[in-house]
């Protein structure tokens, strides 16, 4: 995967203790140098907690929800980074080791997908009911994805009617269990809710570029048309 080789285990953190709750991820580890000894399986952290969260918290969730007249939405948790990052940033992490040519790949398709999504949210505020809820990666604010949903006439009319709603109030814990269906581009989000068994998917209407088809990718639901989704 695009960032691996940048976030492989190098020096001390070879030595330590690691956890790991796929094949994948352990495969990774031990052709870092990790020792197979010093590696052990695990649940999956977040997929756990999708189940756990606190009946106080979800009260509290509730009342925003009903405070809002959020009823029936389709929840987005959105991974960006590569399409928002400025270009100190970029150089950055070039110069911490990441690929440049790879790095403009990943840039080049986060945009184009990004304008898919523009498309797909066009289609769910259009024809069907739901309102489309987005929440950035921590990375990214929420005035930015509306400066780029702006641009667009329609879903500012539509972020005006609040029927697209872009936030950062609360967690994915508790967006992911009232949501209709949960959709991103390729945060690990829906790979985790989907395992707690949640109606989770990835929206790829084009090939995947081998730099970032991971693991956990291949693993999970994908779809190209609104119509493919179901409960």
Known sequence: MFSKKFKSPKGDAIKVKHLAWNTDFKFFLESNGVSDSDIYPSINPTAYLFNEVKKKKIK???????????????????????????????????????????????????????????????????????????????????????????????????????????????????????????????????????LAGFNSAYFYPEKVPDIIDAHYLQNSPRFTYLEELHD
Do not use: A
Not at 114 to 130: A, G, R, V
Not at 142 to 156: D, W
């Open 60 to 194: 509290y969730f509730e009342d925003y929800l009903s405070d809002n007249d959020i009823t029936d939405y389709i929840f987005f948790p959105m991974n960006y980074n590569w399409k928002f990052i400025k270009k100190e940033k970029k150089e950055h992490k070039i110069k911490s080791g990441y690929n440049r040519i790879h790095v403009d790949e990943y840039i080049s398709f986060s945009e184009n997908h990004f304008n898919y999504f523009i498309k797909l949210f066009e289609d769910i505020t259009n024809n069907t009911n739901f309102k489309v809820v987005i929440r950035p990666h921590p990375s990214i604010t929420v005035n930015q994805y509306l400066n780029e949903l702006n641009k667009n006439s329609f879903l500012n009319k539509k972020i005006l009617q609040k029927q697209l709603i872009v936030t950062d109030d609360y967690s994915v814990l508790e967006w992911v269990r009232y949501s209709k269906f949960n959709i991103s581009n390729w945060s690990t989000v829906i790979y985790d809710s989907y």
